[in-house]
Each structure stands twice: as C-alpha cells, then as structure tokens.
Nanobody
Framework: VQLQASGGGLVQAGGSLRLSCAAS????????MGWFRQAPGKEREFVGA??????STHFADSAKGRFTISRDKNTVYLQMNSLKPEDTAVYYC?????????????????WGQGTQVTVSS
C-alpha cells in the first residue's frame, strides 16, 4: 500500500484546511485509516481514525468537535476546522488491517510521507 498525503499549507487561526490521503497498491476497503501529527520537538500523536467499511470514526480529544474524517473511494480526507496555532504540525496518514480502531502508532503498517500544516495566530 502506498499512501500520499496532500493539502497542507498555511492558514490563519480559526480557518480550515482539508487534507487528503490517496491510497494505491491494493484494495483496502476493509482497512482502518488513521491521521497522526508531529509538531517540532514533539512525539507523533494520534489525531483521528476511520473504519473504511462502515465509516466509524474515533478522534483524539484535541480534535473532537473540530475535525472530521471521511472517505471517497481510495481517498481519505481530514477536514480541519477552527484551527489553532497548536495544530501546527506535519500530518501523516496511515493504514492498517481492520481491527481495533486504534490510536497507537505501532498498530499502523503503512504510512504516507506527511504534509505540513501551519496555523498562524
């Protein structure tokens, strides 16, 4: 599986961005997809995840109420609203076989290259 994340950029606080993660390489309709982020000097952390069959989602507390995840064919989207400067990070998408809708990095087998999101105050 190859994952290609895109859609990052510079946005003012309170603004919105939509990140995309395009998957290729095999059919992955039964997988779970996750979004993680890593700010400078910090560990990579969970943002949210979606079960591709059924659409169940799970979010970190920091993302609840502001971020949503959706899917269209082989692309997964992270819609980020009401962005804050503390959301500034490199955002990564990841995939794993269906199981627990996990927030643990090590559970994900495939990773995209990351896309930078910068939120100015």
């Amino acid at each position: 599986v190859q994952l290609q994340a895109s859609g990052g950029g510079l946005v003012q606080a309170g603004g919105s961005l939509r990140l995309s993660c395009a998957a290729s390489g095999r059919t992955f309709s039964s997988d779970d997809m996750g979004w993680f982020r890593q700010a400078p000097g910090k560990e990579r952390e969970f943002v949210g995840a979606i079960r591709l069959s059924g659409g169940s989602t799970h979010f970190a507390d920091s993302a609840k109420g502001r971020f949503t995840i959706s899917r269209d064919k082989n692309t997964v989207y992270l819609q980020m609203n009401s962005l804050k400067p503390e959301d500034t990070a490199v955002y990564y998408c990841a995939a794993k076989r269906r199981g627990v809708l996990s927030n643990i990095l090590g559970d994900y087998n495939y990773w995209g290259q990351g896309t930078q999101v910068t939120v100015s105050s």
